[in-house]
């Protein structure tokens, strides 16, 4: 009897101490992140899509060196792109205070492209789980954009002809169109006649500014008569 109360005690104490350690739930580390919102357009002030190398700076007001900087590959759809800052390797500061900053976007090859105080933009802190810097999911979703780039550029030539060198040429041709006026020479050039040598010759000349477009008359063994068709030059 003594040994059965003893075995019991046992189980009660290792299920009492293993209880709360089942109960306990993982510890979720958390990081904060600057959800960032922008636009990007072409010196024409039009906007752009495409996936653009994109470096992030953030800095202190009226200070020349950053910070903090992060560097993504940016889908751009007609002119917007948004993507959370921090997620990255290299942490926002714990006491990072978005009003007193300002962020600087540049892209690689081309060079700076927005510098905007925060306090203006269309920013905001949040707080997301801490991965440790991992983005896996990031290159498939480049992946994905990469394939709509490619289908996007394809339908945005015609031949070797861009959309903008066609508008532009287009352009062009328009202002040399307006500019070249269609004029009707003096100079007569007469056939050679039709049919004998009888009947009274006659000429008719369309007025200025038309042109001949056909013919209009009777007939019944032979042609009775004849009228020009005339028509204004547009």
């Known amino acids: 009897m003594k040994t059965k109360l003893l075995a019991a005690a046992i189980a009660v104490a290792v299920l009492g101490s293993a209880a709360p350690a089942l109960g306990k739930s993982p510890i979720r580390k958390m990081r904060t992140v600057l959800d960032f919102e922008s636009r990007l357009k072409d010196e024409n002030n039009r906007p752009v899509s495409g996936i653009f190398p994109m470096v992030f700076e953030l800095k202190k007001k009226k200070a020349r060196r950053a910070f903090w900087s992060e560097t993504h590959w940016v889908a751009v759809d007609n002119g917007r792109y948004a993507l959370q800052l921090g997620k990255g390797k290299k942490k926002l500061p714990r006491k990072f205070d978005p009003k007193k900053a300002t962020i600087v976007v540049k892209i690689k090859g081309v060079g700076t492209i927005l510098t905007e105080p925060l306090a203006g933009a269309d920013a905001s802190v949040s707080s997301v789980e801490d991965t440790g810097g991992k983005r896996i999911v990031q290159y498939a979703e480049k992946a994905g954009f990469a394939y709509d780039s490619e289908h996007a550029t394809v339908a945005d030539r015609l031949g070797d002809w861009t959309a903008k060198l066609l508008t532009k040429a287009l352009e062009k041709l328009k202002k040399k169109m307006k500019k070249r006026k269609v004029k009707v020479g003096r100079n007569r050039i007469n056939l050679t006649s039709a049919g004998g040598v009888g009947g009274t010759p006659f000429e008719q000349i369309c007025p200025p500014g038309t042109v001949a477009v056909?013919?209009?008359?009777?007939?019944?063994?032979?042609?009775?008569n004849v009228q020009i068709v005339c028509a204004p030059i547009e």
Do not use: F, S, V, W
Request: hydrophobic share 35%.
């Open 214 to 224: 056909g013919l209009r008359g009777g007939a019944g063994i032979y042609i009775d």
